[in-house]
């Protein structure tokens, strides 16, 4: 991949010479940590350019794009080549997702599907792009670490990865994902909702509970932070947690690598981080977790603000789902959010109620959230076994017309809201028709 990437360097040295630069990213974690190097990266290069954070990419939004200035996308359009192909300019792809069309003539596409090697985030790509045109730009390796979390690309750490950890000096340790990992245990553990410990999460009597059973004693009046742990505490932690969820719907995946990272001169948990800049964009103010990563002090206090706010949103959209009616049936939960909960954040809803310990396994849950004239369809099965929620979904799509995108365990796609009741209609039909079947 690095031959593309060099490539792909000596393409945008020579266009930009009488061309502008319009860069395109994703509003997620990975998206923004991708911008942030590369506008870093392209600053310190002497190019000029402009940035724009979008939740997605349209035909519209690709048309109204200038043919004057070479295109940059980050962390997507790997799906949107057919649109990108009558762009009468040329256009640049940094991004790891699947690619489904052929790739056009004006395209040139930088992704390590096509290469068969380890797979990378987006951010990690812009990175070793960024390090291809300069070794200073090693001070960026941090926010790539923060992608590759963001992403979830970190149970296996590959050897460019692994040589991206080494360039940021970030402390790797394996243990419990609870985070972030840098406050005194008990608090983490006490608020824990990502994962949701049964018995753990909201209960103080719970926390002490597992403290005591791993001899994790008060010192000096607090209790250690989760990376300041010795292994062999480590090992007495996890065997304490686990035995207060036997049975549990996803052990194995609160098992994993915990990264600490470098910023602001403080290490700091990515995973804690990437909620964080996550936070800011499903909140409306991807700018704002932007600038965080771009290393500027006074969005770093807002960013933390918005963040604060976000997990309020997030409590009282919870809180909505427990108050409000929904469509039970017995493999199924719809809940109907309208206007109540933000499209940003019902995926992320849907989530935490899928890995809830009050539904059992196989329970397939979907939720709806209005976003403008259109309504943005989540979909999660509860635990690993059950239906295919994709199939779910597009079955009862099918009818109406709209894209499902997702697997097995997650899906979503977006619907006019004008067809809200047929939709419903629908999808009931689909879901208890399967249960008959089964
Ligand atoms: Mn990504």
């Not at 670490?145 to 050897?159: A, C, L, P, Q, R």
């Not at 018995?199 to 719970?206: I, K, L, T, W």
């Not at 004008?418 to 689909?430: A, D, G, R, W």
Request: proline fraction near 3%.
């Amino acid at each position: 991949m690095l031959d593309k990437i060099k490539e792909a360097i000596s393409r945008i040295e020579t266009l930009s010479r009488r061309k502008r630069i319009i860069v395109v990213s994703h509003y997620d974690t990975d998206g923004i940590t991708s911008a942030a190097i590369f506008s870093k990266a392209l600053f310190r290069w002497g190019k000029q350019f402009s940035l724009e954070i979008v939740k997605g990419l349209d035909e519209a939004f690709i048309r109204n794009l200038g043919e004057d200035s070479i295109l940059i996308f980050l962390d997507l359009a790997s799906g949107s080549l057919d649109s990108l192909k009558d762009k009468k300019t040329e256009v640049f792809v940094f991004d790891h997702h699947e690619i489904v069309q052929k790739i056009p003539e004006n395209v040139f596409m930088v992704n390590p599907v096509l290469e068969g090697t380890e797979p990378l985030s987006g951010a990690a790509i812009c990175y070793l792009f960024a390090k291809e045109l300069s070794n200073d730009n090693r001070d960026l390796a941090n926010l790539a670490v923060i992608g590759m979390v963001g992403d979830m690309h970190e149970k296996n750490i590959g050897k460019t990865f692994g040589g991206i950890l080494k360039d940021s000096e970030s402390v790797v340790k394996k243990g419990l994902l609870v985070y972030p990992s840098t406050r005194p245990l008990d608090k983490t553990l006490e608020y824990s909702s990502n994962p949701f410990i049964p018995g753990v999460s909201g209960s103080r009597e719970g926390v002490l509970e597992v403290l005591r059973g791993a001899g994790i004693p008060l010192e000096g009046g607090r209790y250690k932070s989760l990376h300041e742990l010795s292994d062999e505490e480590m090992g007495r932690l996890i065997t304490s947690v686990m035995l207060k969820n036997v049975g549990r719907k996803n052990q194995e995946e609160m098992l994993g690598n915990i990264f600490l990272v470098r910023l602001f001169n403080r290490l700091e948990d990515a995973r804690e981080v990437s909620a964080l800049i996550n936070a800011c964009s499903r909140m409306g103010y991807p700018e704002v977790s932007l600038g965080f990563c771009l290393g500027n002090k006074s969005f770093k206090d807002k960013a933390e603000d918005i963040y604060i706010d976000y997990k309020q949103n997030l409590v009282s959209a919870l809180r909505y789902v427990e108050e409000s009616d929904k469509l039970e049936g017995r493999n199924y939960l719809i809940i109907n959010a309208r206007d109540k909960i933000r499209d940003t954040i019902i995926g992320t809803v849907a989530s935490i109620v899928s890995h809830s310990p009050l539904y059992p396994e196989g329970l397939v849950i979907i939720a709806l959230a209005y976003n403008g004239d259109m309504i943005k369809v989540s979909a999660r099965l509860s635990g690993r076994n059950g239906r295919n929620v994709r199939e779910v979904l597009s079955q009862a799509v099918l009818p109406l017309g709209g894209e499902v995108g997702g697997h097995h365990n997650a899906a979503g796609c977006l619907i006019s809201k004008e067809k809200e009741s047929l939709f419903l209609t629908e999808l009931q039909k689909v879901l208890d028709v399967e249960m008959v079947k089964v």
